[in-house]
């Protein structure tokens, strides 16, 4: 079936580690994003990329880091720069000529202890 | 600033009941959708109204928009226990990516 898988589900961190954040999508689409997303508070945008090897920073691109390879993958590296890493990570994926519907994971659990 | 804003924040309701959520925005948009979320999963889109338009159904789903008053209302009516989740707005302005309020968080009670 098409969608967009991220991985891990849950990721624990310690202080001062970088961590990666997997997100593939099979539906052809041309963009896709990065949300974060803290409790009771909507998404923020993190990056976004609309083509191969090109990607601009959101609102909060601040201690993160991502690539865009392929057209199917864009990983997110939180780093140690990131002052509150905790959250809930979306990702996302749209088609840009049409009506922009967004496709989104299942989400990634970040907690650093 | 955020583009949009849901109002409630939180609606507890009981089954069969309607549930009404609304949304402002503060920009002139292309789009506005609505999306839904069940605790610890990722969001759905339920349906998308353009700014041409006033009214649109899908299902038991009524959105309405207003462009002057800059708002919008998404209606689920005879609410079931399995439509609790919660409910975000995204709008859409020329050459800006979507913005998503804090959305409004619906129990619906059996």
């Known amino acids: 079936d098409g969608g967009i898988t991220q991985s891990p589900k849950y990721l624990f961190r310690k202080e001062g580690q970088n961590v990666t954040l997997s997100c593939e999508q099979n539906l052809n689409h041309d963009a896709m994003y990065w949300y974060r997303q803290d409790p009771g508070q909507g998404l923020r945008l993190i990056y976004y990329s609309q083509i191969v090897n090109d990607f601009q920073k959101g609102d909060i691109a601040e201690g993160y880091s991502v690539s865009r390879e392929k057209k199917e993958s864009f990983p997110l590296t939180v780093t140690s720069a990131q002052k509150n890493p905790t959250a809930f990570y979306l990702c996302?994926?749209?088609?840009?000529?049409?009506?922009?519907?967004?496709?989104f994971g299942e989400g990634s659990r970040l907690t650093v202890l | 600033s955020q583009q949009g804003e849901e109002d409630p924040q939180a609606l507890s309701i009981q089954e069969g009941e309607n549930a009404t959520m609304n949304c402002s925005y503060k920009t002139s948009i292309n789009n506005l959708q609505w999306y839904r979320q069940n605790s610890g999963r990722g969001l759905v889109h339920l349906i998308l109204?353009?700014?041409?338009?006033r009214e649109k159904h899908s299902g038991r789903l009524r959105v309405t928009l207003d462009t002057s008053k800059k708002s919008s209302s998404l209606l689920i009516t005879a609410s079931r226990a399995a439509d609790t989740a919660s409910y975000f707005c995204?709008?859409?302005?020329?050459?800006?990516?979507?913005?998503f309020g804090p959305g409004t968080r619906l129990s619906v009670l059996p």
């Open positions: 109204i353009r700014s041409n338009e």
């Open positions: 995204a709008t859409d302005a020329a050459g800006q990516n979507f913005v």
């Open positions: 996302a994926s749209n088609q840009l000529a049409g009506t922009g519907e967004l496709f």
